[in-house]
């Protein structure tokens, strides 16, 4: 009797250590991935990659329909984890903008401190409080172009930077 108990034992301790193994291995369901995927991504909606935001270039890359190295916010970090999550290849980050790319600029004299660039902004590059100037951080800006759109006066432009 007793051999039959432990016989049992084994077989429950050898199929939970190869159940346990399985689950580290063995991709999950495309849902949880996709979610995963997404945790990875910074979440700034800027649409740099071509998709509309972070969730749906998170489905394209689990659909495999995209490249994991389009986020320029992420940067190499974010490539390196995507590709350690979806066991691929290590990539360099695609070149989104040529080299002279766009970042936006405030019209200081025009600006009216209304925050609605500030709050629009997925990378924190605005500065500047309610009722008072504000001003683009050029280091920080990624050329987005979401801040033109809600300012009420239409200071804000793009200009190419070298």
């Known amino acids: 009797m007793w051999l039959a108990v432990f016989t049992i034992a084994a077989i429950a301790l050898i199929a939970g250590l190869g159940l ?10 495309p849902g949880e991935l996709t979610e995963q995927v997404n945790e990875l991504l ?5 649409a740099q990659c071509g998709y509309p935001g972070c969730r749906p270039y998170a ?8 490249p994991i190295n389009l986020c320029p916010p992420g ?11 979806l066991g691929r290849d290590v990539v360099a980050l695609a070149q989104v903008a040529p080299a002279g790319h766009s970042v936006a600029f405030i019209e200081e004299s ?10 629009a902004c997925p990378v924190d590059a605005i500065v500047g409080a309610h ?6 951080l050029q280091s920080e800006c990624t050329g987005c172009e979401l801040c033109i759109a809600p300012c009420p ?10």
């Open 42 to 46: 910074p979440q700034t909606q800027c």
């Open 59 to 66: 489905q394209a890359i689990v659909a495999g329909e995209a």
């Open 153 to 162: 006066v239409d200071c804000i432009s793009m200009r190419s930077v070298s």
């Open 75 to 85: 940067g190499d970090e974010t490539v390196r984890r995507l590709a350690t999550l």
């Open 20 to 29: 346990s193994f399985a689950a580290r291995k063995l991709p999950s369901r």
């Open 110 to 119: 025009l600006c009216i401190g209304c925050t609605h660039c500030r709050n």
């Open 131 to 136: 009722q008072l100037m504000h001003t683009i």
